[in-house]
C-alpha cells in the first residue's frame, strides 16, 4: 500500500479513524501535530503561543516531509495542513489523500463548547463556522477520496479502507 493521509477539519475524527485504521491494517500510524510537538519540544499550543501560525506551518511542513518519506502507514494531519501547497503535493507523491467529510453544525458540536484549538479558542462556534467555509473548496480539491465521517469510528475506518485501500 502507500501513504493513506486523512484530511479534514478539526474534530472530524483525524486521529481516531487513523489510529483504529492503522491498528486494523497493523501498519504504522503517524500524526504530523505529534511529530511537530515531537520535534518541538513543546506542545501545538505552545507553539501557536510563543511562535504564532506562521512557524507553527513550517514545522507541519517539515513534519509532512518526514512522515511521506518513512515506510508506508496511516497519516492523521492537522487540520490546516492542506493550505501549503507543498504538503498536498508531498501528501500525494507518497500515497492518497483522504478527505474525513463531516458537516460543520457536528464539528461545532463536537468542538465548539471545550475547544483546545489556538485557532478557534477565542470564539469557538463562530471560527470553526468560518474556518469550516474558507477551507471547503481546498479540503475538496487536496482529496484524491472523500468519505463520509458520520458514525462510530470503525465504520468509517472501515469506509476509509474500502475507499482506498480495497480499490
Ligand atoms: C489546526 C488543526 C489542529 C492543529 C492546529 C491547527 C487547523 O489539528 O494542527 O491547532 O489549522 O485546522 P487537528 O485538525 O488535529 O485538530
Known amino acids: 500500500m502507500e501513504h493513506?493521509?486523512?484530511?479534514?477539519?478539526?474534530?472530524?475524527?483525524?486521529?481516531?479513524?487513523?489510529?483504529?485504521?492503522?491498528?486494523?491494517?497493523?501498519?504504522p500510524f503517524y500524526d504530523t501535530d505529534a511529530t511537530v510537538a515531537a520535534n518541538a519540544g513543546m506542545s501545538v499550543d505552545e507553539i501557536f503561543d510563543r511562535f504564532g501560525e506562521p512557524r507553527f506551518?513550517?514545522?507541519?511542513?517539515?513534519?509532512?516531509?518526514?512522515?511521506?518519506?518513512?515506510?508506508?502507514?496511516?497519516v492523521s494531519t492537522g487540520g490546516g495542513v492542506v493550505l501549503n501547497p507543498s504538503n498536498v503535493?508531498?501528501?500525494?507523491?507518497?500515497?492518497?489523500?483522504?478527505?474525513?467529510?463531516?458537516?460543520?453544525d457536528t464539528?461545532?458540536?463536537?468542538?465548539?463548547?471545550a475547544s483546545d484549538r489556538p485557532l478557534v479558542s477565542d470564539d469557538p462556534d463562530r471560527r470553526?463556522?468560518?474556518?469550516?467555509?474558507?477551507?471547503?473548496?481546498?479540503?475538496?480539491?487536496?482529496?484524491?477520496?472523500?468519505?463520509?465521517?458520520?458514525?462510530?469510528i470503525k465504520e468509517v475506518a472501515h469506509r476509509v479502507e474500502a475507499a482506498c485501500i480495497g480499490s
Open 128 to 152: 470553526l463556522r468560518e474556518i469550516a467555509s474558507a477551507r471547503e473548496g481546498t479540503y475538496r480539491m487536496a482529496a484524491d477520496v472523500v468519505v463520509d465521517a458520520l458514525g462510530s
Open 4 to 27: 493513506v493521509w486523512l484530511i479534514g477539519m478539526m474534530g472530524s475524527g483525524k486521529t481516531s479513524v487513523g489510529r483504529a485504521l492503522a491498528e486494523h491494517l497493523e501498519c
Open 57 to 74: 506551518r513550517e514545522f507541519e511542513a517539515r513534519a509532512v516531509q518526514v512522515i511521506a518519506s518513512q515506510d508506508d502507514g496511516v
Open 107 to 113: 464539528i461545532v458540536a463536537r468542538l465548539g463548547a
Open 89 to 104: 503535493e508531498a501528501m500525494r507523491a507518497s500515497g492518497r489523500t483522504v478527505l474525513l467529510d463531516v458537516d460543520t
